[in-house]
């Protein structure tokens, strides 16, 4: 997102740019504005209305820019659509019914029809448009139809002698620091998660070896960042420090990246190890769970360390780091919007040390 939302210098916002906005910031951003005063039963009250509408509103982005839709999403997006259309009514009484207010009540036939709408959008069209824009003319509009098949032909030509992005040779695009030595507590923690994978990996204090031994040293090599698949990025440092991954039980899992190291020895290939701060679900009595779910957003706190393989990893999140007492919660939280579509929460457990009596 651009740095002067709202400004006149900014300008207006693209498709891509309209879709993070209500997909992604609008989520982590707007529950603290109806949710202030702490007392959340209250706050609710008052602007239950308030909330339904963005509820609505951004279910209904995240359906119609789904990749795969069944006709039950079909029909939830018609319910979710009636409720925002009901609820900006008693918002925006003076509100004007624009062409596009009546477009999106037949994007459920549309869905029906056609499937995902991302397969049938405007968007590729709209970017042809725009490199062809791009063309110089010279003014001679009697030439543009030759000058924009020269330009065509020249960046195919261009292309073609390029090669294809499949058979040029990946490069190595770890950023790895110099080697440090891991104490013995860190070193013990990492050599049993490795011995998941190698059972019979060796310590290196375990003397004498025997030939031929697969042994790990105790000097690691730290790595900055670390590519996922998909051209996404993860790191220990923001914004990319949170990710969700699968759990070695198999279940969908968040967690913060403390450190990502690339172990060192002889026998076998070394492979690299993240070390992350599972999250676990804040527990609440109240109603508010029910808004954070159908926002897609979850409200976490980070405490149990984990190792994971680079695998394992599904995609950085965005996310929003919310102080002590926000939210009528004692312990800092995180909210987080997976990245990944519409993501099942973690199981909570009901402690009640998390919320503020």
């Known amino acids: 997102m651009p740095w002067g939302l709202g400004t006149k210098k900014n300008g207006k916002l693209k498709a891509s740019e309209w879709h993070t906005l209500f997909a992604i910031h609008l989520p982590l951003a707007s529950l603290d504005i109806f949710l202030e005063s702490g007392n959340i039963k209250e706050d609710l009250r008052l602007n239950g209305t308030a909330l339904d509408n963005i509820c609505a509103l951004v279910r209904c982005t995240n359906l119609v820019s789904s990749k795969k839709i069944t006709r039950k999403d079909a029909n939830c997006f018609q319910d979710e659509y009636e409720v925002y259309t009901a609820t900006s009514e008693k918002l925006f009484p003076n509100l004007k019914i624009l062409p596009n207010h009546h477009y999106a009540l037949h994007i459920p036939q549309h869905m029906n029809w056609w499937g995902p709408l991302m397969a049938v959008s405007k968007f590729p069209g709209e970017r042809l448009i725009g490199s062809l824009q791009k063309c110089k003319t010279n003014t001679h509009q009697k030439h543009t139809g030759v000058t924009i098949m020269n330009k065509f032909c020249q960046r195919q030509r261009l292309k073609a002698a390029h090669g294809l992005d499949c058979a040029r040779k990946q490069g190595d695009k770890k950023q790895v620091e110099a080697p440090f030595e891991m104490d013995r507590m860190a070193y013990d923690q990492v050599l049993h998660f490795c011995r998941q994978t190698v059972p019979d990996l060796r310590a290196y204090y375990d003397l004498p070896h025997p030939p031929e031994a697969k042994v790990m040293f105790s000097l690691a090599k730290e790595i900055r960042s670390l590519e996922v698949g998909q051209g996404r990025r993860i790191s220990k440092r923001k914004p990319n420090d949170i990710v969700e991954y699968i759990s ?81 919660t004692v312990n800092p939280s995180y909210l987080i919007r997976p990245l990944g579509g519409l993501s099942s929460a973690p199981s909570s457990t009901n402690d009640p040390m998390e919320l503020d009596p």
């Open 248 to 328: 070695k039980d198999g279940e969908l899992a968040y967690g913060q990246v403390c450190d990502i190291i690339r172990p060192t020895g002889i026998g076998h290939e070394h492979s690299d190890v993240i070390k992350v701060i599972r999250g676990k679900q804040v527990a609440r009595g109240d109603a508010f769970p029910v808004y954070l779910e159908k926002l897609n957003v979850l409200q976490l706190h980070f405490g149990t360390i984990e190792y994971i393989h680079p695998p394992q990893v599904v995609s950085p999140v965005a996310y929003r780091r919310l102080p002590a007492w926000s939210l009528a």
